[in-house]
């Protein structure tokens, strides 16, 4: 069974038509921020990511480039798992769902429902998106004006719809909203933020329909047991590597599982809030924790990002640009968890000079270059004085609303209370003024710098999961140890007469 001191956190799993935009780095980037955090917090974390690489919309991008799906994927898997090592992505597994344990995940959840009578052979006949692979009711459809001046029916995400008349094999998802209302209405909340459940509920309660859960008219999916000539609906297959990452079938996946945290783009909440849970409901097994909807990354004139729409900016190459802390400090910093956010070069410029650069950069460099000039490269004993308790007070302060407001998945208000750290003990270092200390009381000056450096150490620990690599860095210029930096260690301060290494700069000011 599951120890509480566990944490299962999933992003979504990509589709691999395209190379990685700015949503896919946005999302890996946030859950990576999250898993680290837990990891620091002394949790035991499993952090799942990966491709989604069956289903039609797979099958046509192949058949276009003339080659096989397998082959296809094979090719377009790569530029994700580079994205996950170029944004220091913490992940324990990149699963693909052409795994063959992914393979046999599928079909045993898919039995199990069988085994519960949810699935019956009929008849498909409606509205399909290949490009959202997505089912809609004829209610949901918007109409549109095509390039010709024609009417034509579009999915309420602004995709083409086709009209489809298959024989399919259905899942009885009529039968789990009374059960889906009442998962909505549990404690704590399973799906975030609260306008995402809002939508969840209406949609439920306007009344469901039986779902459509395999494919005669292409082949490349995972194989419906028992019936050869249908290969499992996309979604069926991508919604079940939850439960692949954990082990499932295989004994012991109960250690993992239930996810403690699935996240994943606000467009595709339906599939994880009322799809996902009524399979899980069928097949007898446990409920994610959470579920939660992030925005969109927005482009300059404010539309998703969308390669069909041309505005994909390559997140390697922004990163190879700017560098990987400005990126992942921005978006987790600028970005409402939740809600949609912008982003351009001047701002992310602006952002991470005034917070890297100007204040966590400039406060560890000017502390540690007066203690390697004026203290010999030794860390001197911290102040005790009523200024330094101040401080220390501060920071402590706000290391519990960090905790808290990481704990809420508020990221960027975490981060908020770092910089008022950060602000605190720049005013505290700036009124000590410790190099005029040097000769009338070098003693004092000591003990300030030894105090600053005690706050950036706090600091340091705390932006972790935002700047892994930075924030290690920084450490070891501090002398801290590697067994002595999770946030049990907050108060664990480095000893006088420990031997720094010389200082360097971490955050150089970006100049254009």
């Known amino acids: 069974m599951k120890s509480p001191d566990t944490f299962y956190i999933t992003t979504a799993i990509s589709y691999p038509n395209g190379r990685p935009h700015m949503g896919h780095a946005y999302e890996v980037v946030a859950s990576d921020c999250i898993a680290r955090f837990h990891r620091l917090d002394g949790k035991r974390v499993t952090f799942l990511t990966g491709t989604d690489e069956h289903g039609l919309k797979i099958a046509q991008a192949a058949r276009a480039a003339g080659v096989a799906p397998k082959t296809y994927v094979d090719s377009q898997v790569e530029a994700f798992k580079d994205m996950a090592t170029t944004f220091e992505i913490s992940h324990d597994r990149f699963i693909r769902t052409t795994d063959a344990d992914h393979i046999a995940a599928s ?124 290969v499992m609906y996309v979604w069926v297959d991508a919604l079940t590597n939850y439960l692949t990452g954990a082990g499932y079938p295989r004994a012991g996946y109960d250690a993992v599982w239930p996810a403690d945290l699935h996240v994943i783009g606000k467009d595709v909440v339906r599939f994880h809030a009322i799809y996902w849970p009524a399979f899980l409901m069928s097949a007898g097994l446990a409920l994610p924790k959470q579920v939660f909807g992030h925005g969109f990354i927005l482009d300059r004139g404010g539309g998703k990002m969308s390669k069909s729409l041309g505005n994909v900016v390559d997140p390697a190459e922004m990163a190879a640009t700017l560098g990987v802390d400005r990126l992942r400090w921005f978006m987790l910093r600028e970005i409402v968890f939740g809600d949609d956010g912008t982003y351009s070069h001047a701002a992310i410029v602006e952002r991470t000079n005034a917070d890297l650069a100007n204040g966590i950069g400039n406060l560890a460099q000017r502390s540690l270059s007066m203690i390697a000039k004026n203290c010999g490269g030794i860390m001197p004993p911290v102040g005790d004085g009523v200024d330094d308790a101040d401080l220390a007070a501060t920071v402590a302060s706000e290391a519990t609303i960090y905790r808290v407001e990481m704990a809420g998945l508020r990221l960027n208000r975490a981060l908020e209370a770092v910089m008022t750290m950060v602000a605190a003990a720049n005013a505290y270092f700036a009124d000590a003024a410790p190099w005029a200390l040097k000769a009338s009381d070098p003693a004092r000056m000591a003990a300030v710098l030894a105090t600053t450096a005690d706050a950036v150490r706090r600091i340091a620990i705390l932006v972790q999961p935002a700047l892994p690599s930075a924030a290690s860095r920084l450490l070891d210029q501090l002398g801290v140890s590697a067994e002595a930096r999770t946030f049990a260690n907050l108060n664990t301060i480095v000893a006088a007469g420990t031997d720094l290494p010389a200082p360097t700069g971490l955050f150089p000011r970006w100049v254009d």
């Open 107 to 230: 079909q045993a959840l898919w039995q199990a429902m069988v085994t519960r009578g949810d699935i019956y052979l009929d008849r498909y006949t409606g509205w399909y998106s290949v490009r959202d692979e997505a089912y809609y009711d004829e209610t949901e459809l918007v109409d549109a004006t095509d390039a010709a001046g024609a009417t034509v029916r579009l999915s309420p995400q602004g995709t083409a719809v086709e009209w489809t008349v298959e024989e399919s094999w259905f899942f009885r998802l009529s039968a789990y909203a009374d059960r889906l209302l009442a998962w909505y209405d549990s404690d704590p909340v399973p799906i975030a933020p609260s306008s995402r459940i809002n939508e969840m509920r209406a949609f439920v309660e306007r009344g469901l329909r039986d779902l459509s859960i395999s494919r005669t008219s292409f082949d490349w999916g995972v194989p419906v047991p028992d019936a050869p000539d249908h």
